[in-house]
């Protein structure tokens, strides 16, 4: 199949100072940087060298399981870069050709490239199924960085990262703009509580940055008053940044150049504050890049680096709860669950907030993603989306009644209603697990 | 009432269905892409919608938070929804003029 994706022009690509990769052909190219990639990361080459087409990963893939074409397999998907690797870069496959699975790179492989690679949302569950922990997301994330370096990007994509260069943040939020909603969200929180509670923009000599989701500042605005309101009541010395108001890091999607620039941004953000501990806000990805891509991309960071959950669950004794008359469920996101370390630190703070917290199953590292992830959010790819969140929709509608469904990751907040709509579930609430903490707080306001 | 001639509006669409040019908009325009959003008739509240966010993006250069949006126009975020069946950040934000909202959204 063809790919549906929207692919940027190359004069907007060339605006974000993506280097191109090869002088004469699409071909070359891909073959110059998988092999500068393949000998640089040495968990490339070990992954693309070791699989044995044992099938465990097929039926642990959403994508697999949604869309039921074999090229989702995850084997399969590794396999699309495995035979180039294989012809170009080793022995047998130099010497041995399509005997041991290999072929060299053709017009048709960097199709099937942007279309499968484009239908793997890096979840990592196949990893943890696979005998030898192949992680497909790398493969992934590898493939896509290839393909930009060819000039091959989603339209989406480029226009986020637009926005990031313009801005620090997807959504393209400019400084005036945030001051504006910040003075908004100020005055909501007056209107329900009674109480000034501030979000401090730029304030120099803060202890805390917190890193927020833009998405915070247009669709999940619950979100950022929860981690406000949390900041408030602990007495935190905190301030946002304008010039760096994104937790996501879209570079690790699809190039990480970018990936390593907005490092950078967040670093310098933290050091114009005088921050000693940055909070990230919900964010999966972002979190991810932050956690595990920032030391070797800038090297090491002059501050402590913590989750606005594993930060809220670490104060939970001193935050004044009263529990919500709710049945809650967490899905659990795929970067906090299987590469993020944040697991049991969002199911503390529920309990801590909801009368009846639920499992669903499977759950923490073997949970299904949404179907969104890896920034698969373009309405051009919706039909793919539905079915890639399809095991997701399973999972949910298995637990029963629910109140709430907690879903504290942007990318999971801007794909899930579709997937809910799509499976008749369309009446549930949903948002993130400081929506609710910031509902739970007793701050002792007049409204209180 | 008899329509005799039916008027044509050439648009420039980007894929997503948003004007190219921003400067092309107009009531004509919008007119022809409530009938892209499946919206059949355009009333007094997509009226108000829509100047509430030409408006905002010619102060600040975006679109409004959601919220604030419900709150400026008095509609509930399920009004605003019957009205543009795509939503506020895409339909919406489609018959204002406005580039898409993009990101996590």
């Known amino acids: 199949m063809k790919s549906p994706l929207h692919i940027a022009k190359q004069q907007d690509l060339d605006a974000l100072g993506i280097e191109a990769a090869g002088k004469n052909t699409a071909r070359d190219g891909l073959v110059s940087v998988l092999g500068e990639m393949s000998r640089s990361t040495r968990a490339l080459s070990v992954m693309l060298d070791t699989c044995t087409k044992c099938g465990n990963c097929a039926e642990q893939c959403h994508s697999y399981l949604g869309t039921r074409d074999p090229h989702n397999v995850p084997a399969a998907r590794a396999d699309l870069m495995r035979r180039v690797y294989k012809r170009h870069f080793t022995l047998a496959g130099k010497s041995l050709g399509r005997f041991v699975g290999a072929s060299a790179c053709d017009d048709e492989t960097i199709e099937r490239w942007l279309t499968y690679f484009y239908q793997c949302n890096e979840c990592r569950r196949c990893a943890v199924f696979c005998p030898f922990g192949i992680d497909t997301a790398e493969i992934t994330i590898a493939a896509r960085h290839i393909l930009s370096r060819l000039g091959i990007v989603p339209k989406f994509m480029q226009g986020v990262a637009a926005n990031l260069q313009n801005t620090g943040n997807n959504m393209g939020i400019g400084k005036p703009a945030l001051i504006d909603c910040v003075e908004f969200i100020e005055e909501e929180m007056k209107e329900e509580t009674g109480l000034d509670i501030k979000i401090p923009v730029d304030q120099p000599c803060s202890d805390i940055l917190y890193v927020p989701s833009s998405a915070d500042f247009f669709t999940n605005v619950d979100t950022m008053i929860g981690a406000a309101k949390i900041f408030h009541v602990l007495g935190a010395n905190w301030t946002i940044s304008s010039s760096a108001l994104e937790a996501a890091n879209f570079g690790l999607l699809f190039n990480l150049s970018i990936m390593r620039q907005h490092g950078q941004r967040l670093r310098e953000a933290a050091a114009a504050v005088g921050a000693s501990l940055v909070v990230h806000g919900e964010c999966g990805h972002g979190w991810r890049a932050a956690l595990m891509c920032t030391e070797s991309a800038s090297t090491p960071v002059p501050y402590r680096l913590q989750h606005v959950l594993d930060y809220a669950c670490e104060n939970l004794s001193r935050l004044p709860l009263s529990k919500l008359p709710l049945r809650v469920t967490l899905h659990d996101p795929c970067n906090y669950a299987r590469a993020g370390g944040i697991v049991e630190q969002p199911r503390e703070v529920l309990r801590a907030c909801v009368e009846e917290f639920v499992e669903m199953t499977p759950n923490r590292r073997e949970n299904f993603c949404c179907g969104g992830g890896s920034g698969l959010l373009m309405d051009e790819m919706m039909d793919i989306r539905l079915k890639l969140g399809q095991k997701k929709a399973e999972q949910v509608k298995a637990v029963g009644p629910l109140d709430y469904l907690a879903i504290p990751c942007s990318i999971c907040k801007a794909q899930m209603p579709h997937v809910l709509k799509h499976n008749g579930m369309q009446a549930l609430e949903m948002g993130g697990v400081l929506d609710l903490v910031g509902k739970a707080l007793n701050l002792g306001g007049t409204k209180a | ?105």
């Open chain 2, 1 to 105: 009432m008899s329509v005799d001639s039916v008027e044509t509006v050439h648009l420039e669409l980007d894929e997503d269905g948003f004007l190219c040019d921003p400067q092309t908009w107009n009531e004509q325009a919008v007119e022809a892409l409530a009938r892209l959003e499946d919206i059949d008739e355009l009333t007094d509240g997509h009226w108000k919608v829509i100047h509430f966010l030409r408006d905002y993006h010619r102060q600040f250069g975006i679109a409004p938070m959601v919220r604030k949006l419900c709150k400026e126009t008095g509609f509930t975020l399920q009004e605003i929804y019957t009205m543009f069946p795509s939503g506020p950040a895409k339909g919406a934000c489609k018959l204002a003029g406005l580039p898409k909202p993009t990101g996590c959204v």
